[in-house]
């Protein structure tokens, strides 16, 4: 298989691992020669983890909004549903009232 195949073989490989394919397009965009020397080598978000480390993050609460919003990092996760953190985040950071965590909803997980 040659380089022109490499999306198509990672959407292969994703297809069959068992938890969802985070890393598909991070993984093509970071091994394209147009984007290459332009990405960043973190991901972004701010995630804790129990210690010692568990299969998925802990989820996050208003404890964990300072060191959160300190972060300077624009996603987070994970989030338990309807948590009063996440309306915090909508009044304070997002300053968006109206918006009271329905996106944590829609993305579940």
Known sequence: MGWDNL????????TNLVPSPKGYFQTVVCNSDNYRNTTVNHDL??????TP???HPR???V???RRMALSYRPF????????????KIDRELLKRPWAIHVWAMVFQG
């Open 53 to 55: 480390p568990k299969q």
């Open 7 to 14: 999306p198509r073989t990672l959407l292969l490989y994703y």
């Open 63 to 65: 404890k964990d909004y």
């Open 76 to 87: 987070a996760r994970k989030f338990k549903q309807n948590d009063s953190i996440l309306d």
């Open 59 to 61: 989820s996050l609460g």
């Open 45 to 50: 978000h701010y995630i804790t983890w129990e």
